[in-house]
């Protein structure tokens, strides 16, 4: 069994969420509430102190729950995609907006992998 798959079953992952939009923070939150230590990533300063302070803005997410769960150290937010380096494993959710042809913009997609590459690292493998 790979570290990778160890520290997923076992819980002991840090996990990485781009992206703390409508899918992203829920995913964060969810994550958190389940026992993993999560790393949120935003270009959005504002967006980021929010979280850190525990002050949500998303209508999927209970207040009290990620009050509770910044409050025990189980999810931080950061502008610093150097910190990808310190997760196990990171998932990207940030928007992909349909163009005129009704086709997905993939443009943030593509920004935030650029923005990660540098800092993933082997043992992110399964």
Known sequence: ???LKQKLLSK???LGVVGLGYVGLPLAVEKA???????????????????????NYIGDVVNED???????????????????????????????PLDRHQQPDISYVKSSTESIVPYLHRDMLI
Request: glycine share 6%; hydrophobic share 50%.
């Open 1 to 3: 069994m790979s570290a």
């Open 12 to 14: 002991t992952a840090r």
């Open 33 to 55: 509430k389940a026992g993993f230590h999560v790393l949120g990533f935003d270009v959005q300063a504002q967006k980021v102190e929010m979280v850190n302070a525990g002050h």
């Open 66 to 96: 990620l009050k509770a769960i910044v409050d025990s150290g189980l999810l931080k937010a950061t502008t610093d995609y150097a910190a990808v380096a310190s997760c196990d494993c990171v998932c990207i959710a940030v928007p992909t």
